[in-house]
């Protein structure tokens, strides 16, 4: 039988208490691999900047993926092994596990969508149990990531791009869903969250959740 209900989650600060990319950072300092007091810098004026909405999505994307360039890919995946085991598998919370397992339980179509990277994103949604993420897709060449980002950065309306062209290649267009559900705590998936027939503000910021009261939306706090 063909699924009828797409459910759809974000990840930084929605199923995780934390971000991602900006836990990778700290990561990449602790190791020393990167200078702690330009990058902090950076990343705070970067992070407080999109958390205002008012970043370019490739200036945001490309700032993390920068963290991958020139690294040998044996090396990344070795620093990437300790980052999961130390930064994100201890944050993830056994209701945000709870919650994606109940979709995944009932059949649903169940995507992670994330405007974090892939090289980052990929064992992360298999820790969940995801079969389908959409994310950002760092750009590689001759087997090295560039620090450039591959298309269209999976973040605010590209998030509706990527989401309709991964549905169109299955088959499966929005519109053939009879219910459609979107968990995110951030401004930046508004346009996502305006789309879907559930919409859920999961631990949202005063934006998100300003709007969620206006509109009726459902808010979720999960700890």
Same mark, same amino acid.
């Given at each position: ?5 797409? $459910? #759809?989650?974000? *990840? ?13 950072i700290e990561f990449l300092i602790e190791r020393r691999v990167l200078d702690r007091a330009e990058f902090e810098a950076r990343n705070a004026a970067v992070v407080e900047r999109y958390r205002l909405g008012i970043v370019g999505t490739v200036e945001y994307t490309e700032f993390y993926v920068s963290t991958l360039a020139? =690294?040998? +890919? ?9 980052? #999961? @085991? &130390? ?14 397992? !109940?979709? #995944?339980?009932?059949?649903?179509? &169940?995507? *992670?969508?994330? $405007? ?15 079969? =389908? ?7 590689? !060449? ?12 999976? +973040?605010?309306?590209?998030? #509706? ?7 169109? $290649? @299955? ?8 219910? &459609?559900?979107?968990? %995110?705590?951030? @401004? ?8 879907? %027939?559930?919409?859920? $503000? ?10 969620? &009261?206006? @509109? ?8």
């Open positions: 039988m063909p699924q009828d209900v797409l $459910a #759809l989650f974000d *990840l930084d600060r929605t199923l995780l208490s934390n971000d991602c990319d900006e836990a990778w020139s =690294h040998p +890919m044996s090396r990344l995946e070795a620093w990437r092994s300790e980052y #999961l @085991r &130390t930064k994100i598998v201890p944050d993830i919370t056994a209701a945000a596990r709870e919650l994606v397992a !109940r979709h #995944l339980s009932a059949a649903n179509l &169940t995507v *992670l969508t994330t $405007a974090a990277n892939r090289f980052l994103t990929g064992p992360i949604a298999r820790e969940f149990g995801f079969e =389908h993420l959409i994310c950002t897709e760092p750009e590689i !060449r001759n087997g090295v990531y560039t620090g450039k980002v591959s298309g269209t950065p999976n +973040m605010r309306e590209g998030k #509706l791009e990527r989401l309709d062209t991964w549905l169109e $290649a @299955r088959g499966s267009p929005f519109s053939t869903f009879r219910r &459609t559900w979107f968990f %995110s705590d951030s @401004r930046n998936d508004i346009p996502l969250l305006s789309r879907v %027939s559930d919409p859920v $503000a999961v631990n949202p910021d005063p934006t998100l959740a300003a709007l969620a &009261t206006e @509109r009726g939306w459902q808010v979720l706090r999960l700890a």
